[in-house]
């Protein structure tokens, strides 16, 4: 039996804002413990839905700072701080990280960050995915590349990663700074790598990460 529900979407986007709050120093196993002094203008606080210890979204009124709502003192950062951080944890988020036609949710370690539900459906892909998950093998996963120098104005996305036989193992998705994110083929990703020929960096693998 199936349900059908007509729902109304409205765009609220200029009368609400989402702060991420995040823990002071880096720690993938540290969970952000927000407390709220003025609840009543808060919509929403809950945990990043994707990584319990990425840190935390609160939803305001957009007249609302978010230092106007909690009990302790906080520093406001620019979107850099949270897309590095994002980069370090190896979360991917928007159309560069997630490409339309050109990314598959496993590949984007979808499964370990909330993002795919086995028991729902149905969804483009999701006999495919489902069967993967399943049966198959991932050989190639988003992860986090530390470089050796800064290259935001130097990698543009979708540019090569070659190992250090020259092997071509991936494509870089985003970088600032001395963070990027890349979708890599696991088993070789090990050791040097080299983005655009150029470019010095290694993947790292997540503490949060599942025994693979």
Same mark, same amino acid.
């Given at each position: 039996?199936?349900? #059908?529900? $007509?729902?109304?979407?409205?765009?609220?986007?200029?009368?609400?804002?989402?702060?991420?709050?995040?823990?002071? +120093?880096? /720690? =993938? @196993?540290?969970?952000?413990?927000?407390?709220?002094?003025?609840? $009543?203008?808060?919509?929403?606080?809950? *945990?990043?839905?994707?990584?319990?210890?990425?840190?935390?979204?609160?939803?305001?009124?957009?007249?609302i700072h978010a230092k106007?709502?909690?009990?302790?003192?906080? *520093?406001?950062?620019?979107?850099?701080?949270? &897309?590095?951080?994002?980069?370090?944890? #190896?979360?991917? =988020?928007?159309?560069? /990280?997630?490409?339309?036609?050109?990314?598959?949710?496993?590949?984007?370690? +979808?499964?370990?960050?909330?993002?795919?539900?086995?028991?729902?459906?149905?969804?483009? #892909? $999701?006999?495919?995915?489902?069967?993967?998950? &399943?049966? #198959?093998?991932?050989?190639?996963?988003?992860?986090?590349?530390?470089? *050796?120098?800064?290259?935001?104005?130097?990698?543009?996305?979708?540019?090569?990663?070659?190992?250090?036989?020259?092997?071509?193992?991936?494509?870089?998705?985003?970088?600032?700074? &001395?963070?990027? @994110?890349?979708?890599?083929?696991?088993?070789? +990703? $090990?050791?040097?790598? @080299?983005?655009?020929?150029?470019?010095k960096c290694? +993947?790292?693998?997540?503490?949060?990460?599942?025994?693979?």
């Amino acid at each position: 039996m199936s349900y #059908g529900f $007509q729902v109304d979407i409205v765009d609220v986007s200029t009368e609400i804002k989402t702060w991420a709050i995040l823990p002071a +120093a880096f /720690d =993938e @196993l540290q969970r952000c413990s927000v407390e709220i002094s003025e609840p $009543q203008h808060v919509i929403s606080c809950n *945990e990043d839905p994707r990584l319990k210890t990425f840190g935390c979204r609160l939803i305001l009124p957009d007249t609302i700072h978010a230092k106007d709502v909690l009990r302790y003192t906080t *520093e406001h950062h620019d979107l850099e701080t949270y &897309h590095k951080r994002r980069f370090k944890f #190896g979360i991917p =988020e928007g159309i560069k /990280d997630l490409p339309p036609g050109n990314c598959l949710p496993l590949e984007a370690n +979808a499964v370990w960050l909330n993002g795919i539900s086995f028991d729902k459906g149905c969804y483009i #892909g $999701q006999e495919l995915t489902a069967r993967t998950h &399943h049966t #198959g093998v991932i050989r190639k996963r988003i992860m986090p590349l530390v470089f *050796e120098s800064d290259v935001t104005s130097e990698v543009i996305s979708d540019e090569l990663i070659t190992n250090s036989n020259g092997k071509k193992i991936g494509k870089c998705r985003d970088v600032l700074g &001395h963070y990027g @994110l890349g979708l890599v083929r696991y088993s070789d +990703a $090990q050791g040097s790598l @080299l983005v655009n020929q150029a470019h010095k960096c290694e +993947a790292v693998t997540p503490i949060w990460w599942p025994n693979l």
